[in-house]
């Protein structure tokens, strides 16, 4: 009789409690710097988001979907945290050790200031400039756009494809607190590069939306700092290699994508090739290290199924 009585108030209790999950991992990270709450606790907050969906409500594609645009607002925001303090952020930023690795790479210059003298036309912008940089923005869909296709096309593959997505994010994100690095266009306006290397996408987002650039430009440019790995060419090879395993077509298109990121961020100044190379290191990683990682989120699964039958009856 006892467990009968309290298992419908402690159903309740689970429910309530990932609904605050929830809702916290919206509110705080918008609250954060009003509220002057440590990083920690906005990292938590946002971690306890999908953590609380999975237990609020039972396993299907649409909870999938909501769990995975949970875990990107949760990116977006931690990501941007180590800025929150510049001054803090700028005492531990690395900015020479890309440097010297790309000078290795190009025999003596950066590889990107190699192409954009031997490509870009000054003063006036070529079409190539153009052409790159859109490449460059469609990375803010890309991305979405193949889980997408895979969702409507090959829904078995998407938890799998969303979860591999999620850790390439996951873990550059990391990276970005532990090791925060200066973009090339970054360290060669602060004299570091000895050689110039112009982000050749400001210059064309100034011509392409005049007034409405800088609040575009400081949407976009939440923490210009993290740039070791390059998550745009990390995750667009994720997403590449996803595509792949659907078709031929849907993983030329994604490849021809990823190589044509890859080309446009070192020619554009907003990566290092450095940069790139870890970024496919990243990758490789999270596909063959998956396995050894399986036996937890097995466990965290088993756990978070059992609060869920708890939650909902």
Request: glycine share 8%; proline share 7%; hydrophobic share 50%.
């Amino acid at each position: 009789m006892k467990t009968t009585r309290s298992s419908p108030l402690l159903g309740r209790a689970v429910r309530a409690g990932a609904a605050v999950a929830i809702g916290a991992a919206v509110a705080v990270p918008l609250l954060r710097r009003r509220a002057r709450l440590p990083a920690s606790a906005t990292v938590v907050a946002c971690a306890a988001g999908p953590l609380g969906l999975a237990v609020l409500h039972p396993r299907s594609r649409k909870r999938d979907v909501v769990m995975y645009a949970l875990q990107m607002w949760a990116f977006t925001m931690v990501h941007e945290l180590p800025y929150d303090d510049p001054e803090r952020l700028r005492a531990r930023l690395r900015i020479r050790y890309p440097i010297v690795a790309d000078r290795a790479i190009g025999r003596g210059r950066l590889p990107g200031a190699r192409l954009q003298r031997a490509l870009a036309r000054l003063p006036r912008v070529a079409i190539l400039d153009r052409f790159l940089t859109w490449v460059h923005w469609l990375w803010f869909v890309e991305p979405y756009a193949a889980l997408l296709f895979i969702l409507l096309r090959h829904p078995a593959r998407f938890p799998r494809a969303a979860r591999q997505l999620a850790a390439v994010f996951d873990l550059g994100c990391a990276v970005y607190f532990a090791a925060p690095t200066a973009p090339p266009w970054w360290a060669s306006e602060q004299g570091h590069t000895g050689e110039q290397v112009r982000r050749i996408m400001v210059e064309v987002g100034e011509g392409t939306w005049g007034s409405a650039w800088p609040r575009m430009y400081s949407a976009l440019g939440g923490n210009p700092w993290a740039a070791m790995p390059s998550l745009h060419f990390a995750t667009s090879l994720t997403a590449a290699i996803s595509l792949s395993k659907t078709g031929r077509a849907p993983g030329a298109v994604g490849w021809a994508y990823a190589l044509t990121l890859g080309f446009a961020l070192v020619y554009l100044g907003e990566h290092y090739v450095t940069d790139l190379a870890a970024g496919a290191g990243l990758v490789t990683a999270v596909r063959y290290g998956e396995p050894l990682a399986e036996p937890a989120v097995h466990a965290v699964n088993r756990r978070l199924q059992g609060l869920e039958r708890l939650a909902n009856g």
